[in-house]
């Protein structure tokens, strides 16, 4: 081999070497940048629910019994829509769902109630 050849070739191994190296610190820094992101979305939807205000499911449900007599069989609050999703039976012994907004009380949905 004449020495440009091995010039070339050791040129050619460095800037792969390094090239290489470079690669390996910049898919960490990217998959750290991906889950900083992930962390600080999960913040931030978690102080938005804490701090989201709703009115207490007992007004809510003595708005339903207003509307709607029977009972209540179970309810939750759906946090990504801010809204209580309650399972009421009528007094003819259906099951219905009944959708209310969290912040307000209003009954959105009554489900032929």
Same mark, same amino acid.
């Given at each position: 081999?004449?020495?440009?050849?091995?010039?070339?070739? @050791?040129?050619?191994?460095?800037?792969?070497?390094?090239?290489?190296?470079?690669? =390996? +610190? @910049?898919?960490?820094?990217?998959? +750290?940048?991906?889950?900083?992101?992930?962390?600080?979305?999960?913040?931030?939807?978690?102080?938005?629910? +804490?701090?989201?205000?709703?009115?207490?499911?007992?007004?809510? *449900?003595?708005?339903? /019994?207003?509307?709607?007599? &029977?009972?209540?069989?179970?309810?939750?609050?759906?946090? =990504?829509?801010?809204?209580? *999703?309650?399972?009421?039976?009528?007094?003819? /012994? /259906?099951?219905?769902?009944?959708?209310?907004?969290? @912040?307000? &009380?209003?009954? +959105?949905?009554?489900? &032929?109630?």
């Amino acid at each position: 081999m004449t020495q440009t050849v091995k010039t070339l070739v @050791a040129s050619l191994a460095a800037a792969l070497l390094a090239l290489s190296l470079a690669l =390996s +610190l @910049a898919v960490p820094a990217f998959a +750290l940048e991906a889950e900083t992101q992930v962390a600080q979305n999960y913040d931030s939807r978690r102080n938005m629910e +804490l701090n989201q205000q709703r009115v207490p499911l007992e007004s809510v *449900i003595a708005s339903i /019994q207003n509307r709607c007599p &029977g009972r209540l069989v179970n309810a939750r609050h759906d946090a =990504s829509s801010n809204r209580y *999703i309650v399972r009421w039976e009528t007094s003819r /012994q /259906q099951i219905v769902s009944i959708q209310a907004d969290a @912040a307000t &009380g209003q009954i +959105l949905s009554t489900g &032929g109630c």
